[in-house]
């Protein structure tokens, strides 16, 4: 015999089933965003993906365009906050704070190129969108700045700095550029020397490796 609590919890299961949730919804906007591009994130496909009813879309978000905007900001925290951050992580000198910004480019945990390409495709398409680009290239710029500044580099001489370090990797990005673990190793002291004016001692650079042991992907450059 089936009592009233084993039939609300069955109602229950069924409804959180059917609706699925606000981040599975999101999550799964996320990799289509990923894989095909804004324009094929769209409420009946995710639907399928999710296997729930397109309905239950509307549960989470008022429309396509709010599902939209919650991506950008997940981008915001991902990618913009992510550098940010790695900008005032604690270093003892300016070529540690560089390699704490250059774990950007080989953990997409802290910055997703794939994602920032995907992103500055979409501003292609979308003034909205190309705003929110033109902001967090300032924002990242103006953090790689301070770190320079914090370190004892003059404000003009800092900001060049700065660009270099970014400019560089947003072109690569751009280009779809990739290089092994092993040539990005090799090339590592030089890049450092270039933007710091100082080349990197080999327990600096043991660290750095260390932080990044086992991986064996390709990583965009530099």
């Known amino acids: 015999m089936t009592t009233t609590s084993q039939t609300t919890l069955s109602t229950d299961n069924h409804d959180t089933k059917w609706k ?11 990799e289509l965003l990923l894989e095909s ?17 397109r309905t239950s879309f509307y549960w989470f978000f008022r429309d396509r365009e709010a599902l939209l905007d919650a991506l950008v900001e997940r981008w915001r925290e991902k990618n913009t906050q ?9 270093a003892e000198n300016i070529v540690e704070a560089v390699l704490n910004v250059f774990d950007c480019w080989l953990d997409p945990g802290l910055f997703d190129a794939q994602l920032e390409f995907v992103m500055r495709s979409w501003a292609l398409q979308s003034d909205e969108v190309a705003r929110e680009i033109d902001a ?5 710029i103006e953090a790689l700045t301070r770190m320079f500044v914090r370190h004892g580099y003059e404000a003009l001489a800092a900001d060049v700095r700065g660009r270099s370090i970014y400019l560089t990797q947003i ?9 092994s673990l092993e040539v ?3 090339r590592l002291p030089a ?11 080999p327990r600096e650079l043991q660290r ?9 992907r390709k990583v965009s450059a530099p």
């Open 20 to 30: 699925g949730s606000r981040d599975a919804w999101l999550d799964a906007a996320f």
């Open 37 to 53: 591009g804004v324009d094929s994130v769209r409420i009946l496909a995710l639907a399928k993906r999710l296997n729930v009813s």
């Open 82 to 90: 992510g550098l940010v951050r790695q900008t005032e992580a604690y």
């Open 136 to 140: 967090a290239d300032e924002a990242r």
């Open 171 to 179: 072109g690569y990005i751009s280009m779809k550029t990739q290089e």
């Open 184 to 186: 990005r190793m090799r």
């Open 191 to 201: 890049y450092v020397e270039i933007v710091t004016g100082q080349m990197p001692q």
């Open 208 to 216: 750095f490796h260390a932080r990044h042991q086992g991986l064996d």
